[in-house]
């Protein structure tokens, strides 16, 4: 019968086991680390795309959002081209209705003895002209005008010159009657500002009308 004897020493293999515990731990820590950088990578790519998601979902709303603003912006346009459409369309309206308040104006304190030929519309500037008896006639017109029409204001002589009617200019004529030619701006009074209003000229044979009505 044969005997085996261990002729290493014991403290040679224990040193060998303690290297080789070591080493399985160091490959043990290794693959841990190795699987906490995987899982901590899948984490932060997760993250990553979760946030790319949120970045398209965003840009999608900024463009709906950009779509609704042209919209919004369209409509205010429109709705401001219809206010002006219909600022306009009033304002026509009042203007149309100031030339016969004028002339109503006008036969109502046009003093006897005044025959007007012409009235000048320039915006809110009003141009009469015509023929008066006297000096007197007129200043009393622009009395009138300035203190009793609530249609016109700041009446202003313009010119007034001595002139002779119903025949030839010769002096001696004897069908011919000496008159008064003058000429007056006075203002259309206006509580709201106004836009600017055409150039418009009465008829000569209407204003011999109102001044016809007013001598009456």
Do not use: C
């Amino acid at each position: 019968m044969s005997m085996r004897i261990n002729l290493l020493p014991h403290r040679e293999m224990r040193r060998e086991r303690r290297k080789k515990d070591f080493v399985g731990l160091l490959a043990l820590v290794g693959v841990g680390a190795v699987a906490a950088a995987i899982v901590v990578a899948l984490g932060i790519s997760q993250r990553i795309d979760a946030q790319h998601a949120r970045n398209d979902f965003i840009r999608a709303e900024n463009s709906k959002l950009d779509e609704q603003i042209k919209e919004i912006a369209t409509l205010r346009a429109e709705i401001e081209a219809l206010r002006a459409r219909q600022y306009a369309v009033e304002t026509l309206q009042t203007n149309r209705t100031i030339p016969v308040h004028l002339m109503d104006e006008l036969v109502k304190h046009t003093p006897d003895g005044i025959y007007l030929k012409t009235m000048r519309q320039d915006e809110r500037k009003i141009t009469l002209a015509g023929y008066a008896q006297s000096n007197e006639r007129v200043s009393e017109l622009l009395r009138n005008l300035a203190n009793h029409t609530p249609w016109l204001e700041r009446p202003e002589l313009i010119e007034i010159k001595a002139a002779r009617i119903g025949g030839s200019a010769a002096a001696k004529d004897k069908d011919a009657r000496r008159a008064f030619e003058f000429s007056l701006n006075a203002l259309i009074k206006s509580a709201d500002p106004q836009p600017a209003m055409p150039k418009t000229t009465a008829a000569p044979a209407a204003l011999a009308a109102a001044g016809a009505a007013a001598n009456r």
